[in-house]
C-alpha cells in the first residue's frame, strides 16, 4: 500500500469533499491509518425525541457510516479503490444528552475484498459512557494487489 496521505488531505476530503459530510457538520478530529475521530455537532435539526432534546439515532447511524468509512479508506487507496457499506449496526446503549458527540472509527481487519470496522459513539464530556456501539462492513475493489493486515 502506498503512503498514508497526511491527515489534512482526509480532513478537505471528509468535510468538503463529500456534500453530505459538510451539510451534516461533521468534523474529522483525528486520523490515523485504520482510525478516525470525528464530532458530530449538537444541532435543533437533529433532534429526534423532542421531550428531552436527544440526538436521532439516523444522524448517529449515518455517523459511524462517515467515521468507519473514512477509517476504511486509510487501509485503501482512496483516490482509486471502490468501496462500498455492505452491513452497517448500531446498538443504541444509553441516550445522548443536547451536547455535540464523538465517533471513533476503528478497522478491525482490512482484507483484499471486504473491510470489518468498530465504531464508537460518546459524548466528549464523558469518553467512557457509550451512547452506541457500532459495526460496518465494507466491500472494497482495490486497483492493486494486496495483503490482508489486521
Known amino acids: 500500500m502506498e503512503?498514508?496521505?497526511?491527515?489534512?488531505?482526509?480532513?478537505?476530503?471528509?468535510e468538503k469533499g463529500?456534500?453530505?459530510?459538510?451539510?451534516?457538520?461533521?468534523e474529522l478530529l483525528e486520523v490515523r491509518e485504520g482510525y478516525v475521530k470525528l464530532r458530530v455537532p449538537y444541532k435543533q435539526g437533529f433532534i429526534g425525541?423532542?421531550?428531552e432534546n436527544r440526538l436521532h439515532g439516523g444522524v448517529l447511524?449515518?455517523?459511524v457510516d462517515s467515521a468507519a468509512g473514512i477509517a476504511s479508506f486509510t487501509t485503501a487507496n482512496i483516490m482509486t479503490d471502490k468501496m462500498a457499506?455492505?452491513?452497517l449496526r448500531l446498538d443504541f446503549i444509553n441516550p445522548s444528552i443536547a451536547e455535540d458527540v464523538i465517533?471513533?472509527?476503528i478497522v478491525k481487519k482490512s482484507g483484499s475484498r471486504i473491510i470489518f470496522t468498530h465504531a464508537l459513539v460518546y459524548?466528549?464530556?464523558?469518553p467512557t459512557h457509550l451512547i452506541a456501539e457500532g459495526r460496518a462492513t465494507y466491500s472494497v475493489k482495490r486497483q492493486e494487489k494486496y495483503e490482508d493486515k489486521k
Open 3 to 14: 503512503k498514508l496521505p497526511n491527515a489534512d488531505f482526509y480532513k478537505q476530503v471528509f
Open 18 to 26: 463529500v456534500p453530505f459530510n459538510a451539510f451534516m457538520g461533521f
Open 49 to 51: 425525541e423532542f421531550r
Open 61 to 63: 447511524l449515518a455517523a
Open 85 to 87: 457499506t455492505v452491513d
Open 103 to 105: 465517533v471513533e472509527g
Open 123 to 126: 459524548h466528549p464530556s464523558n
